[in-house]
């Protein structure tokens, strides 16, 4: 029998299932590869928004950190959810020293505008996390909140991506989902430059785009795909998964993680 690739997420649990832990490893199953998790924080969360948050002791977040890299070992991790400055220390730490790609989720809000990350957090997710990324992937909230860039149009993106890039990581992409007009991504390492470019799509249920698409990312890496490859089929990966969001509760419901399938 073969084993997977393995791929590990770092994050936090989303209890009503459609983004955070849930969403990377329902995504890591998608994309063929056995999914780890390392619980960072725990939400009381559904989709009309997040009712509240709580962080796991540091302690408890890098002995589960040190039980799944110890023994069984990743080929690519993402993060998402960090919710304190301890955390985000206590995870670079370890991660920036691990040999597998990194992709960083920074998340810093939740679909519904809910605070996942402290402020006083976004300082030593700069000077910390992101210089040991291989890629980080804001969208256009979370680059204004990391480099004070604001990305108006399209023609914002490369501005705001070598903004990212000073920060460390080895690639940038920024995903332009809020651009007016038809959305577009950008990837850059500072000197290739890739755009990605999508129909609008007419559905409101788009819960754990972010975190789906990281863990995509992710997944594809570990498969041994260079970067721009990875997030190409992560990204054909995302489109459908949004194309078949469906309603859940009164709110905004997920992307459909199993739209292969169905």
């Known amino acids: 029998m073969t084993t997977p690739p393995r791929v590990l997420t770092v994050a936090g649990s989303d209890s009503g299932g459609g983004a955070g832990i849930q969403a990377d490893l329902k995504t ?17 969360q559904n989709s009309l928004g997040v009712q509240g948050y709580w962080e796991l002791p540091p302690e408890a977040v890098r002995a589960q950190l040190d039980s799944v890299l110890g023994d069984i070992g990743a080929q690519a991790v993402k993060t998402g959810m960090l919710a304190s400055p301890v955390l985000v220390e206590t995870v670079a730490e370890v991660l920036g020293a691990y040999p597998a790609p990194l992709v960083v989720d920074p998340v810093g809000v939740s679909k519904h505008g809910d605070s996942l990350l402290a402020p006083e957090a976004v300082d030593v997710l700069r000077t910390r996390l992101l210089p040991v990324a291989t890629v980080v992937t804001p969208n256009l909230w979370e680059v204004e909140q990391l480099t004070s860039v604001k990305v108006e149009d399209e023609r914002d993106l490369r501005r705001a991506a070598d903004a990212v890039l000073a920060l460390g990581p080895t690639w940038a992409l ?42 995509a990312v992710a997944s594809r890496l570990a498969f041994g795909d260079d970067v721009p490859a990875a997030v190409a089929r992560a990204k054909e990966y995302v489109t459908g998964a949004i194309a078949r969001g469906f309603p859940l509760g009164d709110g905004i419901g997920p992307v459909d993680h199993a739209w292969r399938w169905r």
Request: proline share 2%; charged share 15%.
């Open 174 to 215: 920024i995903k332009g989902g809020h651009l007016s007009g038809a959305p577009v991504d950008l990837l850059t390492d500072g000197t290739t430059e890739h755009r990605f470019a999508a129909e609008r799509l007419d559905n409101r249920h788009t819960h754990g785009t972010g975190c789906t698409l990281a863990s």
């Open 28 to 44: 890591m199953m998608a994309m063929g590869v056995h999914g780890m998790s390392v619980i960072a924080a725990v939400t009381a």
